[in-house]
Nanobody, 122 residues
Framework: QVQLVESGGGLVQAGDSLRLSCTCS????????LGWFRQAPGKEREFVAT????????YYADSLKGRFTISRDMANNTVFLQMNNLQPEDTAVYYC???????????????WGQGTQVTVSS
């Protein structure tokens, strides 16, 4: 059984930074891409960033480039999302996901974490 467990969310002020972590356990092949998605209240879940199986390729949502950075610790099967200069519009539940195809599509993900809340006050 595969489990993805996120941590690192919280309540911050505009301009602050947060680092999210997602640890993968169970029978998750090291060939999986790992990504982050988010869902704000009343909105659909959207793509944030993804990193391929060996960390050599990364994709970001265009609107987040330059503020968010995704990275991966292969040895510990963990993916991180460094978020800088957070703004109120970044408020959402952030989800970790794993998929075999390095996709940015929500419906292509094979496994999901339970999510971690990020709230940014103005």
């Amino acid at each position: 059984q595969v489990q993805l467990v996120e941590s690192g969310g919280g309540l911050v002020q505009a301009g602050d930074s947060l680092r999210l972590s997602c640890t993968c356990s169970g029978r998750l092949s090291n060939m999986y891409a790992l990504g982050w998605f988010r869902q704000a209240p009343g909105k659909e879940r959207e793509f944030v960033a993804t990193i391929n199986y060996n960390g050599g390729k990364k994709y970001y949502a265009d609107s987040l480039k330059g503020r968010f950075t995704i990275s991966r610790d292969m040895a510990n099967n963990t993916v991180f999302l460094q978020m800088n200069n957070l703004q109120p519009e970044d408020t959402a539940v952030y989800y970790c996901a794993a998929d075999r195809t390095f996709s940015r599509a929500v419906d292509r993900q094979d496994y999901w974490g339970q999510g971690t809340q990020v709230t940014v006050s103005s």
